[in-house]
């Protein structure tokens, strides 16, 4: 269930991706010789007018192959090559856009149906409406709260007869009483509600006792219908803002340390993502496909060689010296930038196999 939601995810981003050149190129009127889904090789097509629509064999991604787009000697008025430099860096920057209006979409979608936040870390405005109010509790493995029968996300009702609102106002309170035993009611995910008393326990590290549990304040919160296209907006500008930063760190990490951020992932560890966040429901799952396309957007428009960035570069590099670059060298710039980019894409899923083991997970070795 988990690769195959992983294929839909992915041939989402990529559709939607190539649906933007493909309408870019169209208003242009330049020709789109085939929109292929997946890579080649092709299992079916079927031709509408002059674009070939093929189904092919490899479900990772999709592309589409416009007229005139390698043959630079194309003469045609409907060519790529004969396009101007504005016409192509549009063309090319589409997709990115299309990836932007989806993230849009589902984040506007998301804030109108309602998502668990906490209060207590976002901006108030007069259009939220926040309801469910609860503090839940996250639990250290091996800890007094576990061997309670406390688990992460059971809501606490009270804590001594008392409610508390963060886990430092139950510190405060458990330090001001000498860290007396808690007993502690609260309510499972399915199951009427439970009382558990937990003692403190003695940790090394620290000159308190411990309970093995922290306390989480929670709320869903939803706009009203006629303001979330904002809001999801505003959500869109904010996730691209995180992204950029994060780059920015991992590529500052790679610059003073020669080493590649543990951080960092590729298919396999999304994939793996895609399994844990699916047991969350599904806005959860469109959260996170949102959030892919965001940063799906944000690293094709790179300048680097193979992606989207790098080819509008070659575009605006052609208007200020008057005239194209070498076919040849452009080509073999893209191609070595591509196979750069799929060496890095090899190196990042083994790491993430190992990470995440993936062969134990696959074959089931650890049950």
Not at 35 to 46: A, S
Not at 134 to 154: M, N, Q
């Amino acid at each position: 269930m988990t690769l195959l939601l992983f294929i839909l995810i992915l041939s989402l981003l990529v559709f939607v991706h190539e649906l933007g050149h493909f309408l870019a190129a169209r208003r242009f009127g330049i020709g789109v010789l085939e929109f292929g889904f997946g890579f080649p090789p092709r299992l079916r097509g079927w031709r509408r007018g002059q674009t070939l629509w093929s189904i092919n064999l490899i479900p990772f991604g999709g592309f589409v192959r416009l007229e005139g787009e390698t043959d630079r000697q194309s003469s045609s008025p409907t060519s790529f090559a004969q396009a101007s430099w504005a016409k192509k860096f549009v063309i090319l920057a589409a997709g990115v856009l299309m990836n932007y209006v989806l993230a849009w979409l589902l984040l506007s979608i998301v804030l109108s149906v309602g998502v668990t936040v906490d209060p207590t870390t976002i901006g108030r405005d007069s259009y939220q409406r926040l309801t469910q109010r609860r503090l839940e509790a996250f639990v250290s493995p091996g800890g007094s709260a576990a061997a309670a029968g406390l688990r992460s996300g059971d809501t606490i009702e009270s804590i001594n007869g008392q409610t508390f609102v963060s886990t430092d106002s139950l510190i405060a309170y458990a330090r001001s009483q000498d860290y007396p035993p808690l007993t502690i009611v609260f309510r499972p995910a399915s199951g009427p509600s439970r009382t558990a008393m937990i003692n403190p326990r003695a940790a090394s590290g620290t000159d308190r006792p411990l309970y093995g549990f922290g306390l989480q304040s929670l709320a869903t919160i939803r706009y009203p219908w006629y303001v979330t296209p904002f809001f999801g907006l505003k959500q869109t500008l904010s996730l691209t803002n995180q992204t950029w930063k994060g780059i920015a760190q991992l590529a500052r990490e790679l610059v003073v340390s020669g080493r590649v951020s543990q951080d960092l992932t590729g298919p396999v560890g999304i994939a793996v993502l895609i399994g844990e966040i699916r047991q969350l429901g599904l806005l959860a799952v469109l959260q996170f496909v949102a959030i892919l396309s965001i940063s799906l957007a944000v690293i094709n428009f790179l300048p680097l060689p193979a992606l989207d960035g790098g080819r509008a570069v070659f575009a605006v590099v052609e208007q200020i010296r008057g005239r194209p670059l070498s076919s040849r060298w452009e080509q073999a710039i893209h191609a070595a930038g591509f196979y750069l980019i799929l060496l890095l894409l090899i190196i990042i899923s083994i790491h993430d196999a190992q990470r995440f083991n993936l062969f134990q997970r696959l074959f089931r070795l650890d049950q």
